[in-house]
């Protein structure tokens, strides 16, 4: 039986109420971190979740020392949407060991750094594409939606290269994907119709890759589905479906926010961007920096199997923890003056894309696009700006986990 917390009704310290996310800032939730992570690095919340703030106490649950687990699948998901459920029932992020190990080991073999190398010519191509198309949106309307034209595509065109999906299908895979964001539990802007839209696009791409698993010869084709057919003995079809479908979604809606709010990050310090373009900075470790300065992620969760103590305060076997990404990357206990961008910096150890087993596996492919993609942005649009034409030139998505602009409208010179 799960230990009981006995302090589940008490507010936060110092005064602070309980965190609730809801109540973050989703433009600038940092100052509202750094209230927390300074009272306290370890929050209960009212419905018995561990709030974790500070660096070393993230670190600590996701160095996999003590028995972490990422839980079960969210029993949010409705009755009536069996594929979803199905679908998401199959990520990978969702699998503890041993599953989880086989998944991610067969994953990973298009995600190393050979691999990502390998494919950076046809990242750059793509990305110089869109880049041009937005140019040429800016030169006819005086204003463009980077987000639209250029953050939210790039990854969706990048991975359906590598899962081998033709070019004719990839405006259908970025809809599908974006459909399937509306299922996001952390999306308190979601749609009423929002659980049926990400159900039909989980049935289409269910249908669509069993299709494809199901395809003659196509274990000899030298893409991701090819690998996993020829490497993935033992693992169901449904897990074959879910792992595609899952390295659709997790590799667009992240990629898309990390162009976007690394953009948005270097507009607000121009010296750093000058310097960027400078190339007196290496483009890889400025990226990382822009990782550690916004995540595009910015909480994740783990049960503990056992009890543990953080920070001086148990948490007992069985509870929920909620790891503040973001906070963890702006502790000035780790990283000095945390709150300034600075594309020099030594980013050891940000929490960006984790840590542990379950490290972002895409993380080397996540790091070329940004690379590659701010460079072909830079190269032809030199001196990008927020747009003054609009009214509402940039909106944030209502999301504090998958966090990041829905729209960013940019101007030339």
Known sequence: MNERPSDAAAPGPAGLPGFTPAEVPVTDPYPHYHRYRTAAPVHLAADGSY????????????????????????????????HLSRTVANWMVFMDPPEHTRVRALVSRSFTPRTVQALRPRIRRIAARLAEQLADTLAGHGEADLVAGFAAPLPVLVISE?????????????????????ATSSRTGRRADGFALAEAAAGELDAYFRAELRRPGRADRGD???????HGAGLSEDTLVGTCVHLLTAG????????AKGLLALLAHPGQLAALRSGLLPPAAAVEELVRYDPPVQMITRRARERDVLAGRTIPAGSKLVLVLGSANRDPAHFPHPDRLDLARDT?????????????????????????????????????????RSAEPL????????????????QGD
């Open 252 to 259: 667009h809606e992240t990629t898309t926010n990390l162009l």
């Open 51 to 82: 709030y974790v703030f500070g660096h070393a106490e993230v670190a600590q649950v996701l160095s996999g020392r003590r028995d972490y687990v990422r839980g079960p699948v969210p029993a949010r998901i409705p009755q009536d949407c069996p």
């Open 224 to 230: 991701l589905i090819g690998l996993m057919l020829r």
């Open 395 to 410: 909106r944030y998505a209502r999301d504090l986990v998958f966090h990041g602009p829905s729209r960013l409208m940019l």
């Open 162 to 182: 590598l899962l081998g999906v033709p070019e004719r299908d990839r405006d259908w895979f970025r809809a599908r994907a974006l459909d399937l964001e509306q």
């Open 348 to 388: 050891h150890r940000h929490c960006g894309f984790g840590t542990g087993i379950h490290y972002c596996v895409g993380a080397p492919l996540a790091r070329a696009e940004a690379e590659l993609g701010l460079a072909a942005l830079l190269a032809r649009i030199p001196r990008p700006a927020l747009s003054t």
